[in-house]
């Protein structure tokens, strides 16, 4: 074989090996599969819902606005009228415990500080105590009283899309219900 012959087919071997990146780079972008929900989630009927209040940052703003109980009574009606869970008055009771609190933890937005309000959902094993699932959504900040209850229901309905999700929608997180 001449040393052009050989050129050539090196040539066509690197421009081959170079088409075929991508392809392999496909194969190893696919989709990590999903690891299943606790089943506790799905399975579960009765739940106790846990105010874990608000924040020492929060707690001047609530009392001028909905009182430092808003995310849990929000929240408490948003799950009742759901009606997919049976709300029950003591953790002792139930399946699952629904834990909500609300923080404006510090962040950092460029160069500036700022609060970051959010709501914070963990889901308990009732009987366990483990922390089976966690969502936390911001809630847009506002300076009149109206706009602020408008962003934060919004928060609060937020939440409860992501448990709706979670427990209702084939494929989500690997959800044993659906598979």
């Given at each position: ?63 001028k606005t909905g009182g430092a109980n808003q995310p849990y009574n929000e929240f408490y ?94 494929g989500i997180g690997g959800n044993p219900a659906s598979n």
């Open positions: 074989m001449t040393p052009m012959i050989k050129r050539g087919i090196s040539c066509i071997a690197f421009v081959t090996a170079l088409a075929a990146i991508p392809a392999l780079n496909a194969q190893q972008n696919k989709a990590t599969p999903s690891a299943p929900v606790p089943v506790g989630i799905i399975t579960g009927k009765r739940v106790f819902i846990s105010n874990a209040g608000v924040d020492g940052t929060s707690l001047a703003a609530f009392k009606a948003a799950v009742k009228n759901w009606g997919r869970y049976e709300l029950v008055g003591a953790p002792a009771d139930a399946d699952l415990v629904f834990e909500i609190r609300f923080a404006a933890p510090l962040v950092a937005v460029g160069n500036v500080n700022t609060y970051g309000p959010e709501l914070e959902l963990a889901i308990l094993d009732s009987k366990t105590h483990f922390r089976l699932w966690t969502f936390t959504e911001p809630v847009e900040g506002a300076v009149l009283k109206a706009t602020w209850n408008k962003n934060f229901s919004q928060g609060v309905g937020s939440l409860m899309a992501d448990v709706k999700k979670l427990v209702t929608e084939p």
